[in-house]
């Protein structure tokens, strides 16, 4: 660990939310999640779920227990959920770090309910706003001429830019009076119920002297596009939205090229650009027959803190409210749904995969896995935070219903690995990781973390930047130096392919060989055991062969002697035995006669008794 560091496993959370009525009318109620304590909850699968169902075929089980940093029950309230989830990281952004909150779930969990809350019962994001603006209260820079720029910089602002800057937040906000009037909608502000100011760990007097400028930027992230909530063209029929690019700012931290950034002044501003934002969104989503939470919503805050006229740091405070978690089967899937769901699933499949990849590069330091951040636009945004430069915290929020079992325990066992990320945030200062830019004249653009827009003046224009989406932002580099570097590029690409195709070539015929050699002798020494074996076994039988024969010589011979002996007679004995065998036959003779007389006597006897019976029967019947 390097000296001063923290460590810490990420912090997820869970978020339960209350039955509706009619869930409870439908029966919904099973329960199938049991809060057992302030961190551990046991999940019940009801009949007729698949979980259920396997667990009978004696497949996985149908009882799961699962712990968290912290469990808040349907009870809980928003500003209990803020209190205990969001408070340090809210400290942490107003004393320089950088913080990131995304909530995760299945549709209707009540992830935006988490985050941004109702007019009632505001969210993470309204109350984060407002402990924003408790704490630089009346030390607001009011200049707007110092905007956020690329990931980590800032730049100056000529007043022709802070002009434009100003007209187009107006616009915003003129639209949004607009949208409430012509909705009727009675919305207010978020913030108007929020009274309790909030108490947080950094002390306001340690800013001493200093400014603070908050910029904010609300987008979302749709079929891996990149769409601005705040681009007031959205509101207009049939204009198609622009889809921003995510570059990277050559020090390896990816931003929103061309992204609004508006810098506001009040809890009042926050709430229209919140609303605003919110009301493009289902626009969008309406005209593309889409539902809004098919897409993740990204509302982003920088704070730069400012002495003088230059700023000496930046946060930046990101709130992600993820799109529903169900997965392909469940979803409508046909067409652009089928490619919306795929997306979705995509992504958080990515972010799943770089948490799973974090998590056993942390346990198995001797493997070190690729971490696919690059893989999809939400993780490649946030890939930054995830390696250290800020704390990342996660809300799950769940529903008990029975009929969406499955897909809860599905959310469940992805945030049982997040868990186990730790999270190692470097105790050097952000403005160090920032990355060095220079103009043609080889002078840096970034002073004092505050881009020269004289040595940006000789950079090119916009018309020059190369349109491959997702590449390095070619715009910081003299054209002249593109087309070299392009040149220099295919040609060692050129000559890196020809290598590389005769290496494997080479490598294919050495492989080839040695297999080729192998096999022969392995062939070869498989015969000679083979012979071997056929010698062996030949030489094995004869010696049997060979031994069953004496063997039976010896049986023969000797049975041969032993009959010998049973059989001997002596010579008077034998002429005797002779003579009877002689005088046989007459005696044989005589017994047939004497044998043929008694059967003759038996016969008569029998027909007498049978005589003598039927007299005496008839005796018997007279004397009757
Ligand atoms: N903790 C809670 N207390 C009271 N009501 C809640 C709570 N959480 C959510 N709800 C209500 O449940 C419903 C669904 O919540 P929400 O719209 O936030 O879900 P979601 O997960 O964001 O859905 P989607 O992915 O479709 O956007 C809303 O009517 C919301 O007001």
């Known amino acids: 660990m390097p000296g001063g560091a923290e460590q810490q496993t990420m912090r997820v959370y869970l978020r339960v939310r209350p039955f509706s009525k009619e869930e409870l009318y439908d029966n919904e109620d099973q329960d199938c999640v049991v809060i057992e304590n ?67 779930g299945v549709t209707n969990a009540g992830k935006t309910y988490t985050i941004q809350g109702t007019p009632k019962q505001p969210g993470i994001l309204p109350r984060v706003l407002d402990a924003t603006f408790h704490y630089t209260g009346g030390r607001q820079y009011e200049g707007m001429d110092l905007k956020p720029y690329l990931r980590n910089d800032a730049q100056y602002l000529d007043p022709d830019q802070v002009k434009q800057e100003r007209s187009a937040k107006a616009a915003i906000f003129a639209s949004v009076k607009d949208v409430i009037s012509c909705l009727s909608m009675n919305l207010g502000s978020i913030f108007s119920l929020y009274s309790s100011p909030l108490v947080l760990a950094s002390d306001p007097t340690e800013a ?51 992204l609004r950034w508006i810098n506001i002044q009040t809890l009042g501003e926050a709430s229209k650009l919140l609303q605003f934002g919110n009301k493009n969104r289902s626009a969008a989503a309406t005209k593309m027959n889409q539902s809004s939470s098919r897409s993740h919503s990204i509302f982003t805050m920088k704070l730069l803190k400012i002495d003088g006229s230059s700023v000496k740091r930046i946060s930046e405070f990101s709130l992600c409210d993820l799109a529903g978690s169900e997965r392909c089967n469940k979803t409508k899937t046909f067409g652009e ?39 999809s636009k939400l993780t490649k945004l946030f890939q930054a935070v995830f390696c250290g430069k800020g704390k990342a915290s996660m809300i799950v929020n769940i529903n008990q219903c029975a009929s969406t079992y499955d897909e809860t325990l599905h959310v469940m066992k992805f945030s049982a690995v997040a868990k186990q990320v730790v999270q190692v945030i470097p105790d050097k200062p952000l403005e160090s990781l920032a990355p060095c830019l220079v103009g043609r004249d080889g002078k840096p653009l ?30 910081l580099l003299p054209q002249n130096e593109i087309v070299t570097m392009i040149e220099t590029l295919r040609t060692k690409l050129l000559t890196e392919r020809r290598r590389n195709l005769v290496q494997e070539m080479e490598i294919r015929k050495e492989m080839g060989d040695a297999m080729l050699q192998q096999l022969m002798e392995s062939e070869e020494l498989r015969s000679r055991q083979i012979e071997e074996l056929k010698e062996s076994y030949q030489e094995k039988l004869e010696n049997t062969f060979e031994m069953y024969k004496d063997a039976f010589k010896e049986h023969a011979y000797q049975s041969a002697m032993n009959n010998l002996e049973d059989d001997y007679v002596p010579l008077d004995e034998f002429i005797a035995e002779q003579e009877k065998v002689e005088v046989c036959p007459l005696i044989k003779k005589r017994l047939m006669e004497l044998n043929e007389t008694l059967q003759y006597v038996r016969d008569g006897f029998l027909e007498k008794s049978a005589d003598l019976e039927t007299l005496q029967r008839k005796a018997d019947d007279q004397v009757r």
Not at 452 to 468: H, K, T
């Open 446 to 475: 970034v002073r004092n973390g505050v881009i020269d827009s004289q040595a940006l003046e000789s950079c090119l224009s916009e018309e020059e930047l190369l349109d491959d989406e997702d590449e390095a932002d070619m715009s």
């Open 208 to 258: 001493g002297s200093s400014q603070f400028a908050l910029w904010v930027a609300f987008f979302e992230i749709y079929n891996e596009c990149v769409y601005d909530l705040l681009q007031p063209s959205l509101c207009s029929k049939s204009k198609k939205r622009a889809a921003l690019r995510v570059c990277d700012d050559g020090a390896g931290n990816a931003y929103v090229k061309d």
């Open 337 to 375: 749904r089928l490619k919306e769901a795929g997306n979705i699933n995509n992504s958080l499949l990515i972010l799943g995969k770089c948490i799973n990849a974090l998590r056993n590069n942390q346990t198995d330091r001797m493997k070190s896995s690729y971490i696919p951040f690059r893989e």
């Open 38 to 104: 302030s961190q551990t909850v046991t999940l019940n699968a009801p009949k007729g779920s698949a979980t259920m169902k396997s667990s009978e075929k004696g497949i996985g089980m149908s009882l799961h227990k699962f712990s968290f940093s912290k469990i808040f029950g349907p009870e809980r309230t928003q500003s209990e959920l803020f209190e205990d989830t969001v408070k340090s990281q809210m400290s942490d952004f107003l004393d320089g770090k950088n913080a990131l909150i995304f909530s995760y």
